[in-house]
């Protein structure tokens, strides 16, 4: 059973794992905003009874964000639960999910008051949105970096190689197969790092509450055209 914890005033998150073959898993993050007249939720889990009712005690779910091309899974489930929801998709996921109810695209602009959304680009095989929190100062990513602390046995064998993540915060490797074009890619990060935001939430690891900034300037060192990565 996940449950529903306060990560900072406004912001929330309910942890469960990822299964993605040969025996490994992933931490995965549900991160619940508060915003104007309720909630949003980006990167919905599997949800019951429990987990849904705590939810429900936070205000009427306003939106249901999908930040990129493969964290759906439970977009449908989420949007039954909650049919008064808006549901926003990442760039190009309502092609993907025919079968799936979508009232707008995600992109560059103002979910809420409280909300800001920025499409990263050059990664359209990933189409991945990353969404500022203003009240909290809080950077919400998905898949852009990750930050996986404690994986052991065949997990951490296969995440060392997939990706140098492992204990701070980091790209995935397989990001560089999905970024066609990584000037622009660094470009979008330089916009984020712009950002007046002093905590960085991902749905893969720790979230980083001190040194944010400079966690994710160093992270994300490939996509902004840096031969190796900096010292944090």
Known sequence: MSELVEIAPGVYESMTKVGIGLGVSLPLRMTVLACEGGVAIVSP???????GNAVDALGPVRYIL??????????AQAAE??????????????????DLRFDGELGDGEVTPEIES????????????????RPSKTLVVTDLVFNIHGAKGMSGLVLSMMSRALGRVEQSRLLRWMTKDRAAAGKSVDTLLSLPFERLVMAHGNV??????AELSAGTWWMRGESRRPAA
């Not at 889990?45 to 987990?51: G, H, V, Y």
């Not at 980083?208 to 900034?213: D, H, I, K, L, M």
């Open 45 to 51: 889990i599997e949800m019951d009874d429990a987990l």
């Open 66 to 75: 999908a930040p990129n091309l493969l964290h759906h899974m439970y977009v």
């Open 81 to 98: 639960r909650y049919p008064d929801a808006k549901v926003l998709g990442a760039p190009g996921l309502a092609a993907k999910r025919g």
């Open 118 to 133: 920025h499409f990263v680009r050059g990664a359209d095989k990933l189409a991945e949105v990353v969404f500022f929190h």
């Open 208 to 213: 980083v509450e001190q040194g944010a900034r």
